[in-house]
């Protein structure tokens, strides 16, 4: 059973920056597309990038130029840095695992507040 783990939420003023982690436990990491996502308070869970398996990345128009995904897939990770947040951006984010048609994995998610 694939497990993964978020990790760097926390509090954070408007304007500030994070860098979340999410740590696989899979060993072949880099065959499959990793994403982020968030769940504000009463809405949907929410796309916010994803990086598939030769890198390349995609964004939630709203983001493009402030948050940024990578990974290192020989430390089995993905990463998300995202700058000046807003406080409506304060939501649980979500590290997700796509293994095509055996299915996709979640983790328990990272809290991330930002504060005005």
């Known amino acids: 059973q694939e497990q993964l783990v978020e990790s760097g939420g926390g509090l954070v003023q408007s304007g500030g920056s994070l860098r979340l982690s999410c740590v696989a436990s899979?060993?072949?990491?880099?065959?499959?597309?990793m994403g982020w996502y968030r769940q504000a308070p009463v809405a949907q869970r929410e796309l916010v990038a994803i990086?598939?398996?030769?890198?390349?990345?995609n964004y939630a128009d709203s983001l493009k130029g402030r948050f940024s995904i990578s990974r290192d897939n020989a430390k089995n990770t993905v990463y998300l840095k995202m700058d000046r947040l807003k406080p409506e951006e304060t939501s649980v984010y979500y590290c997700?695992?796509?293994?095509?048609?055996?299915?996709?994995?979640w983790g328990k998610g990272t809290r991330v507040t930002v504060s005005s």
């Open positions: 997700n695992e796509d293994q095509g048609v055996v299915g996709d994995y």
């Open positions: 899979g060993n072949i990491f880099e065959a499959y597309d």
């Open positions: 990086i598939i398996s030769n890198n390349i990345t």
